[in-house]
């Protein structure tokens, strides 16, 4: 948009130059001196909108232990191992923090290369973080996921939205049993999770075929976590 007002400027600007015996204007020639620099102007304010708004953007770089944050806030930089929360949005955009009562940080869906930073991201959580939960596991303690309720999650489907403040619930994880509210299931009897992404939902499967627990995919914090430390106890019980 910018280009398309600076050349429509400079278009009407060269058309003031050529006013003689071959190309002739019944109006008064200051009106194509104001709209010429007009359509300049225009452009350039443009051009320095949208510079102003990528410049405000933050930046975000992912190292071998840590991720970090730049932008007009500061440098805020979260290690993989401490990332308790990771959320995804549905359609698109992350957003992670590092306890219940830390800030969020958001990355959009439209910066530069988010498709390889998002799957990075969540495996670096998946392998750092959960390298420290099997150990908290290994040593009989238990460990803790947050969830929203479906209903949330469900709105955030439709209007991405960065407001994180809703309650969340705690579902609990040991080396043996997995327990959401007050229904839990045997780690060995879960087969599978399944995401349809028409129906927006992810199911905890038995082996017998049966649903255990059907969920939003977004619901959960950290799903890639929660998924890969079942199939690490799993493995590891066979």
């Known amino acids: 948009m910018a280009a398309l007002f ?15 015996p071959n190309f002739r204007f019944g109006g008064d020639v200051s009106l194509l001196y104001a709209v010429g620099f007009g359509a300049l102007a ?31 806030d500061g440098d805020h930089v979260t290690l993989y191992r401490d990332l308790e929360d990771l959320y995804t949005f549905f359609y698109g955009g992350i957003g992670y923090r590092a306890a219940a009562n830390a800030p969020w940080t958001f990355i959009g869906s439209r910066i530069h290369k988010f498709g390889e930073l998002s799957e990075r991201l969540r495996a670096l959580q998946v392998a750092h973080r959960g ?13 803790t996921f947050r969830y929203l309720e479906d209903s949330v999650a469900q709105s955030k489907s439709m209007v991405a939205s960065r407001n994180m403040n809703f309650p969340t619930f705690e579902m609990a994880l040991t080396a ?51 998924c890969a430390l079942i199939a690490r106890q799993q493995q590891a019980m066979r």
């Open 176 to 226: 043996h049993r997995l327990q959401i509210g007050q229904k839990s299931i045997d780690i060995g009897r879960i087969a599978n999770i399944n995401t349809n992404v028409w129906t927006e939902t992810s199911s905890i499967m038995d082996v017998d075929g049966k649903v255990f627990h059907k969920v939003h995919p977004s619901s959960i914090l950290s799903f890639d976590l929660l």
């Open 131 to 143: 390298e420290v939960l099997h150990q908290q596991l290994q040593a009989g303690k238990p460990v």
């Open 6 to 20: 600076a050349l429509v400027g400079l278009f009407v600007l060269w058309l003031t130059t050529r006013i003689g």
């Open 42 to 72: 225009l452009g350039a304010a443009i051009a320095f909108f949208i510079w102003r708004l990528a410049a405000s953007q933050p930046v975000f770089q992912l190292f071998d232990n840590g991720i970090r944050a730049s932008g007009p």
